[in-house]
């Protein structure tokens, strides 16, 4: 539960698997709803992103650099406890239309069976894994360490990762126990700092630490379109 995703299976056409899949992993996991919702607290079960994501998601550089990407109308995933040390997301996607009330209902009720057959097929997946010592603090850490070569304190850091997310600044502060206008300052800050004018910018820079960790995938996630 400490390392990148691996993605154990998925159905997308080749292009899609490159957005969905390689993209993916190459970095913006880091503030995927999903993925921060598979590590602790954990709470297993069927999820809708609109309950995982932050009060401001389609306004996060997330979404807007990679996210809406996707062109999807709505993302809903399992949430999957395999083993005390593999957790997995199956996640199932739509472009055309949302998962209806209905629709959600049925697939609670299948929650079992999903259950049951995720663990029994891949509880070992982790042991199969290539090993690696690089969890994901680690890789969040370093990338934000590498953003303007380390000139950010350790506060304007933790801004810099909610707000990459889709935090508010409401929110952002009430997580940190600061006000929303310190918040702010830090923001402004952080742009002088970094001497960029946009969360785009600032997203890049995140990946591009997040690259130079060259870490090994590790933990798992499965896709279906």
Not at 128 to 148: F, K, M, N
Request: proline content about 6%; some cysteine.
């Amino acid at each position: 539960m400490s390392a990148r995703p691996l993605a154990l299976f998925d159905d997308f056409p080749p292009d899609r698997h490159r957005l969905h899949v390689t993209e993916y992993l190459e970095g913006p996991y880091l503030i995927a709803p999903f993925f921060l919702a598979s590590r602790a607290p954990f709470r297993p079960g069927l999820w809708r992103l609109s309950e995982l994501a932050p009060d401001r998601f389609h306004q996060g550089e997330y979404y807007r650099s990679y996210y809406a990407r996707t062109g999807l109308a709505e993302e809903i995933g399992f949430l999957i406890e395999a083993n005390p040390q593999l957790r997995l997301v199956v996640s199932l996607m739509r472009c055309d239309r949302r998962f209806t009330a209905c629709e959600v209902g049925q697939l609670r009720t299948v929650w079992p069976v999903i259950d049951a057959a995720c663990r029994k097929n891949w509880q070992k997946a982790a042991a199969q894994a290539a090993p690696d010592s690089t969890t994901v603090e680690d890789r969040v850490e370093a990338a934000l360490r590498r953003i303007g070569e380390g000139h950010l304190t350790p506060r304007e850091r933790e801004v810099v990762q909610l707000t990459l997310r889709g935090h508010s600044a409401e929110a952002t502060a009430g997580l940190l126990g600061i006000s929303p206008g310190t918040v702010r300052i830090h923001r402004r800050n952080i742009y002088a700092r970094l001497r960029i004018s946009s969360q785009g910018e600032l997203f890049s820079e995140f990946l591009s630490g997040v690259v130079e960790t060259g870490a090994q995938p590790q933990d798992v996630k499965v896709l279906a379109r």
